[in-house]
Every structure is written in C-alpha cells, then in structure tokens.
C-alpha cells in the first residue's frame, strides 16, 4: 500500500498553528500493519473479523467486545501469545509534532483495528538509533491486545538505503541525544495523537499511562518510572502519571552497577525481560520483576530495532517470532494489572515461572528482585 505523507502537527502551546490540510497534522502513512489472523479467526484476528462483520458499537465510552466471549475460559497469556504469532489486528501511522523548543519530535503510532474499549496510552522508547517503525511486530501486537502505543524515532537514527533500517551515526556532535523530556511530551499531546481514531479519539484513556523500551531505550522507560542505575540521579526523569514500565532487554550496566529506585513514592511497577543471564542486577528487595525469555539474540533475530547491527558474514541471524511473541504476552498482562488495575493479572503474570510455552525450547521463568 502506498504511502501517503501529509504534514506536521503543531501543539497548541507552541506559537505556530497546524496546517488546516489536516486536524491532527498525522503524517497520513496509514496501513493495517496487519489484518486477521492468517490462519483463521483466532485469538484476536477472530475478534476483529467478528467486529467488523457486525458493525461498531454505539456507545462511546464502551462497546461489546466479541473477543471477550469467543476467548472466555482460557488465560490472558496463551490469547495473546496465540494472537502475537500470526498476523495481528492492529494500524500503524507516523506522527510528527513540533515541541515547544524548536526540535520535531518523530514517532509512530500503533492502535488496534476495532477499538472496543477505553485503551490505556503506552509510550515506547526504541534502542539506540533505532526508529519507531523498526518495533512494528511488538508495538503492533501490544496495540491489538487494546493499548494506544506511542512509540518515539531516536533523534539520531538514520535512514539507509530501502531494506537496510537505521543505523546509528557514533559521536556526531549535531546529532541529538534521546530525552526524557521528550517522552513526557508526547504524553502531553496524546490527544492530538488520537485524532487518528476520529471519532473514538476519547477511548484513549491518557489517565493511565505506561512506558515500555527495547536496548538503551528500556533505560529511559525505567527512568520514567522511578528506577535508574546506582551510578546515576534515577529521579531526574521521573514522570509520575507513569504508572508500570516494562523494559525489554536493557542495555548492559558498568560492571559495579545495579538497577535501584530513586523517588520518594516508590516509582512505578516495573518488569525486565530479557535472555537470562544478560539482564542487569538490582538491589536485593527493590520489589522488580524479571522474566528470563529463551532469547539467541537481544533483537529476537532482527525482528525489532535495528537487525543491520548484528549481522555477522552476511547472514542474516535466526528469527524469533515465539519468544518475540512471549515477550508481548508478558508485557500486555503485566500492563493489564498495572493500567487497567485488572488484579487476576498478577496471578497469571506470577504464574508464568516454569511455564512450558508451544513453541518455545525452555520454559519461561519468572521471579521478584
């Protein structure tokens, strides 16, 4: 499906107005990043292909939601982690608006394709020059599950030739570094994000806000939230609408370094995720989760962020669509408990130690800090 690129929104604190071509000023790059599921109606290609047959809900605040039927008596991990494999209901766009400083903050939005209920707002923060489109499979699958998701471009990525991503440009003084105050931002402004619903713009719910990242990117999210490292302020950045914060394979810490809680309200909930035995220590008692994924490689193969970095010899790395697929599940639970306050949430998520998953060689397994 074609492109189609309109121009930049304008927030309504900055002196300049947005261009009447557009309410919103969304760069209007639209695809259903993916349809129904390919296999058939499961999951939640099942619920969106029932949705669509039988019309929209009237009601603005909620509406029927089919999938909660169809899916009745099974865990909220074995639906999503199903739907996650295959082909996922959820839209795509770009998004540009203009911060108060001058700088264009560039991102990209995932929602799903029927909206039924109010859906908590997520912003993601993507691994060092990396874009936000590069993190299609995971934002797309975590919007279908029923989130809005923000995802930020690293001011210092920059495009290469068609196929080959992003890649980063070290120590280049013009180029600016990823903000806190960025994300916070883009927070500030998710109303105009969610003009792209038209008229269930309301249903995202900017009440309960939750940060996710991947790489370097998991540190700022952490940061959002309350949690930095010992060598470091870890309440510089603390945003305190941020409620959970789920960090998918952090950046490796200095050797003598551990993961600690910074602010006087205790922070945020937060989960880590990663291969096991890569993800950063913390304190003893600091009340974090880690969930160990049978993960080859930090970018699940190349299927998130920036794949170029870990080519070795031309070959392209193994990809890891079931772990990839874990990873989702796990974080849309844990959002579930931490934003919509869903508490059964926390006995599945808790539950999840030891589980022996389809698909995946070891089981997963779970733990607090």
């Known amino acids: ?3 189609e690129t309109l121009n930049t929104v304008e927030p309504k604190s900055a002196a300049k107005t947005a261009s009447p071509q557009g309410s919103c000023g969304l760069l209007r790059r639209e695809m259903i990043w993916s349809g129904v599921c390919a296999a058939g109606l499961s999951g939640f290609g099942a619920s969106s292909a029932f949705a669509q047959s039988r019309g929209t809900p009237q009601n603005n605040e909620r509406g029927f939601n089919p999938m909660t039927w169809l899916n009745r008596g099974r865990d909220s991990f ?3 982690y199903e739907a996650s494999t295959g082909v996922v209901a959820a839209r795509t766009r770009d998004f540009s608006i203009r911060a108060p400083d001058g700088n264009m903050c560039q991102a990209r939005i995932a929602y799903p394709v029927t909206v039924f209920d109010r859906m ?4 993601f923060c993507p691994d060092a020059g990396c874009k936000g489109a ?3 499979p995971f934002i797309g699958a975590l919007a279908a599950s029923g989130y809005f998701v923000i995802a930020l471009d690293d ?3 920059v495009r290469l030739k068609a196929g080959e991503g992003a890649t980063l440009v070290a120590n280049a003084p013009e180029m600016r570094r990823p903000n806190p105050a960025e994300a916070r931002f883009l927070i500030d402004m998710a109303s105009e994000a969610a003009q792209v619903l038209g008229p269930r713009a309301n249903r995202m719910d900017a009440s309960r806000v939750g940060v996710a990242g991947h790489g370097e990117g998991a540190w700022m999210a952490l940061s959002l939230a309350g949690w930095g490292s010992s060598n470091s302020d870890s309440s ?3 945003d305190g ?3 959970a914060a789920f960090a998918l394979s952090p950046s490796p810490l200095e050797e003598n370094a551990r993961i600690v809680n910074g602010v006087p309200d205790g922070g945020a909930l937060a989960l880590l995720a990663g291969q096991r035995g890569s993800l ?3 304190l003893p008692g600091s009340g974090l989760i880690a969930l160990n994924l049978p993960l080859r490689s930090s970018n699940f193969g190349g299927l998130i962020g920036n794949s170029s970095a870990n080519r070795k010899g031309g070959q392209r790395p193994v990809l890891e669509p079931r772990p990839l697929a874990a990873a989702v599940a796990a974080a849309s639970i844990f959002f579930d408990w931490g934003l919509k306050r869903q508490s059964d949430r926390k006995r599945t998520l808790l539950g999840l130690d030891g589980r022996v998953v389809e698909g995946l060689n070891q089981p997963l397994f779970i733990h607090r800090i």
């Open 1 to 3: 499906m074609d492109d």
């Open 78 to 80: 074995e639906i999503v």
């Open 120 to 123: 908590p707002l997520i912003i």
């Open 134 to 136: 590069m993190y299609d």
């Open 155 to 157: 001011p210092r990525a």
């Open 236 to 238: 510089a950045a603390r």
């Open 241 to 243: 609408r941020v409620m």
């Open 280 to 282: 950063p220590r913390a």
